[in-house]
């Protein structure tokens, strides 16, 4: 179904759409509440969707507050759900939320989706460089790889050097990590005395959890590093695998709308972006019965085109995958900033092996300081706060004060990492 004109894909998206909502309406307490009494069973288009009022993260977990632990979203039983994960809580109190069988199956069915669109084959190794707590991550990616049916390798409990050691020992040919933490062992093969690109058979990275792999920089810096073709993947724990790369890469990430009813919103109104503007990701998803979303906001800022792709695919496209949270952005200077574009310009510095940025207010005005730490096996890093500096006032309009720390003194990643901090 990935070739649907738009009009077939939207008439397929209100099929499932009102499939979904004739079994969750009869017993998801949470969304009885919420949807019934604003005619969600007459939906017969996706404009009469956009009359349903939002679903929010703070909504989701106040549900879990008033009704502990788990809240109402629950379309079951309890005896019917087989897996319970939870979110990062980077953005606050974690969520709890959980999968039958035949959620956890749509799961798998998502992530074969995002394997195959990035030229993954039953005959690959998939080692997942994860350590498999009760953050989602790439649990979902590992059933994934079963229905693929290609030979999946965990990297639970280990440290990164034995998981270096894995990848080549059992010539996987597919990495799934953070974009980070890619970064992160490349780094470490390369003081290790391995070449990645030509000691390993890795062939394809694949990356989710942080905006990374989607910034031109950070994925040159992996593929070159790993001598891989680098993947970026976006979804989240409440809403599941929406966002998948193609393998033309063109220059965007892709929403699986045979699973998912993606929106587009401008964040203070509410109302729908065009095409090619900027605006907060709304998503419905469609196959996620036990424990559903309807019209979340995600918090996620990207750009839409529904240009047909040279993949073959009509999905909706977003240009530069996702750009960051609207939440993230600062104000420094009157100038607007997201993190996604400083790491873009510090992935440009192969002197520069971590970073941290510092914002604190000085009066009326916020200032930006970047704290760099140099690789240690580059030779001098004379001349590197200016070069920083300068770059950094050309692509973004700010003159940052910098500091330099000794090797080794910043921390490491290997989920999501946390470079950011407001003084």
Not at 172 to 188: D, F, I, L
Not at 247 to 276: D, L, Y
Not at 334 to 351: D, K, L, W, Y
Not at 384 to 395: A, P, T
Request: net charge neutral; proline share 5%; glycine share 10%.
């Amino acid at each position: 179904m990935t070739a649907l004109s738009r009009k077939a894909l939207e008439e397929h998206q209100v099929k499932r759409l009102r499939e979904m909502l004739q079994q969750v309406l009869e017993t998801n307490e949470f969304y009885r509440k919420k949807l019934l009494k604003n005619g969600a069973l007459k939906i017969n288009s996706l404009e009469q969707l956009k009359e349903l009022p939002f679903t929010t993260k703070s909504e989701l977990v106040q549900d879990q507050l008033d009704h502990p632990p788990f809240g109402t979203d629950l379309t079951y039983p309890l005896e019917r759900y087989i897996r319970v994960h939870q979110t990062s809580g980077t953005t606050g109190k974690p969520l709890y939320w959980f999968d039958t069988e035949a959620d956890w199956q749509w799961w798998a069915e998502c992530w074969k989706v995002i394997f195959e669109a990035a030229g993954v084959r039953p005959e690959d190794r998939i080692y997942f460089a994860f350590s498999f707590g009760p953050f989602i991550g790439f649990w979902s990616g590992w059933e994934g790889a079963r229905k693929l049916g290609a030979l999946a390798i965990s990297g639970g409990g280990q440290s990164t050097s034995q998981r270096l050691k894995a990848i080549i020992d059992y010539r996987a040919t597919v990495v799934v990590c953070t974009p980070t933490y890619a970064v992160h062992m490349a780094s470490e093969a390369r003081k290790a005395g391995i070449d990645l690109a030509s000691d390993s058979a890795v062939r394809i990275t694949i990356h989710a959890g942080e905006p990374g792999a989607s910034i031109p920089s950070t994925k040159k810096l992996i593929e070159e590093a790993w001598g891989a073709k680098c993947y970026d993947h976006p979804g989240a724990t409440e809403v599941g695998a929406y966002g998948f790369e193609c393998e033309p890469q063109p220059g965007g990430v892709h929403v699986n709308e045979n699973e998912f009813i993606a929106e587009v919103i401008h964040p203070e109104t509410g109302a729908a972006v065009q095409e090619g503007e900027r605006g907060e990701l709304v998503i419905t998803n469609l196959g996620r019965i036990g424990s559903p979303l309807i019209r979340y906001r995600t918090g996620d800022l990207v750009q839409p085109s529904y240009r047909p792709c040279v993949c073959g695919r009509s999905f909706m496209l977003f240009q530069g995958g996702v750009l960051g949270r609207i939440d993230d952005m600062i104000i420094v200077r009157g100038v607007n900033v997201f993190p996604s574009a400083i790491e873009s310009v510090m992935r440009e510095f192969a002197e520069v092996e971590e970073f941290r940025v510092e914002i604190s207010q000085r009066g009326a005005l916020s200032e930006l300081k970047l704290i760099l730490e140099p690789r240690a096996d580059y030779g001098s890093s004379k001349g590197l706060e200016e070069k920083v500096m300068g770059r950094f006032r050309q692509s973004i309009g700010l003159r940052p004060q910098v500091e330099m720390v000794a090797p080794g003194s910043l921390p490491r990643f290997e989920l999501k990492a946390k470079r950011f901090f407001k003084l």
